[in-house]
């Protein structure tokens, strides 16, 4: 069977648009609940294939999304290179911080496919079990985001410490982007061999970065994992999501020259159709806040993102993750509004 979602990133989009949604897998389904509970660390769960296949899967069975994301983390990169990673109930992640040149002595590709190895198991399982017209989305973080929690040792509001270490201490803060940029090239090359029909890179905290430091935090380790990645699969295609980029979108898109992008809740939609899906495919970018509310409000929100971007190649989207709090019936009238859709 055709796979929707792949054609339309290659610029091939049919009359129905390809839905997904980011964090589709998560604590608004209760049989995620049910699943997570068996495993108390959030790492481990990540590391097991049986577990992290069975969540990938269940947003599917419910609402038949057009495409499914592997369950994992961004933060399976730093815990494969050695940093330790853990998380704790009702505060997010917490890492080890990388303060200085013996943090990131620390840090090796040498064990790095034996570490993360049980997430290429899940992908081929995935790979197995899904119907053969649901395609397969395999993510990494960017290297810049991925940064933000390794400096900092957890989550933090303006990622202080990282563009700190930037600014005050370039030369060591590139190594990190450069073994990051490594790293996550050849887990996404890993992914793919394993069955992934397409990666995304999510940049979650690229916005508000001076021009110059987005060419080079943002943009320069982009374009070096793209080209490493086409090197060895020039068709799989790649989605950029560089969140809250603002108007150097377009400047991200023809630079690292992804396949598609993903938009961000802020970003207009005219302004998008006319300087990135003339180029791109486009994707997003229903506020998940709508979905809490639900009803004719979410509803005419989704058509106005359909109907704007319906000229083109175009996956519909949220434009950041479902939040735990999101009813289970609100994505289910969400999902048959985009599956009614002609374009
Ligand atoms: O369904 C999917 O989208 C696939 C799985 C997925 C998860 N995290 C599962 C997860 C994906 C693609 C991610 C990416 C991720 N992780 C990002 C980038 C996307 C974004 O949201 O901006 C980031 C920044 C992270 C880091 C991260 N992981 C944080 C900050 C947290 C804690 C926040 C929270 O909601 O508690 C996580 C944990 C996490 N990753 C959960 C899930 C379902 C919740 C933890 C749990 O179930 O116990």
Request: hydrophobic letters at 40%.
């Amino acid at each position: 069977m055709p796979k929707l979602l792949l054609n339309t990133l290659q610029g091939n989009p049919g009359d129905r648009v390809p839905f997904w949604f980011m964090r589709q897998a998560g604590r608004y389904l209760p049989e995620y609940r049910e699943v997570r509970a068996t495993t108390r660390s959030f790492m481990e769960f990540c590391y097991s294939p049986e577990k992290a296949a069975e969540v990938t899967l269940q947003p599917i069975r419910r609402y038949g999304m057009d495409g499914a994301i592997l369950f994992a983390d961004i933060l399976v990169v730093p815990d494969g290179l050695g940093q330790k990673v853990w998380f704790e109930a009702g505060h997010g992640p917490k890492l080890e911080a990388i303060k200085d040149h013996t943090g990131f002595d620390n840090l090796s590709l040498g064990a790095f496919h034996d570490k993360v190895g049980n997430v290429y198991e899940t992908v081929r399982r995935l790979k197995a079990e899904l119907s053969s017209d649901v395609t397969l989305l395999g993510f990494a973080g960017a290297p810049w985001t991925v940064a933000t929690y390794m400096i900092e040792g957890a989550g933090s509001k303006d990622h202080a410490a990282a563009r700190q270490m930037g600014y005050g201490n370039p030369e060591l803060f590139q190594k990190i982007l450069d073994i990051l940029v490594d790293a996550t090239a050849e887990y996404l090359c890993a992914q793919i061999e394993a069955g992934a029909d397409a990666v995304q890179i999510f940049d979650s905290w690229s916005a508000a970065l001076p021009e110059t430091m987005f060419q080079k935090w943002v943009i320069e380790p982009t374009v070096a994992i793209v080209d490493k990645i086409r090197a060895k699969h020039k068709e799989v295609p790649i989605i950029g999501f560089p969140r809250l980029s603002g108007a150097i979108l377009p400047e991200f898109v023809s630079k690292t020259g992804v396949n598609a992008v993903s938009l961000d809740t802020g970003v207009p939609l005219e302004w998008a159709r006319d300087n990135v899906q003339n180029k791109v495919c486009v994707q997003g970018n229903l506020d998940p806040h709508l979905v809490v509310s639900g009803g004719e409000l979410m509803v005419d929100e989704a058509y106005r993102i359909l109907e704007t971007l319906k000229g083109g190649a175009h996956i519909f989207n949220l434009g950041h993750g479902f939040v735990p709090e999101t009813p289970p019936e609100n994505v289910a009238l969400l999902s048959k509004t985009i599956k009614n859709f002609r374009r």
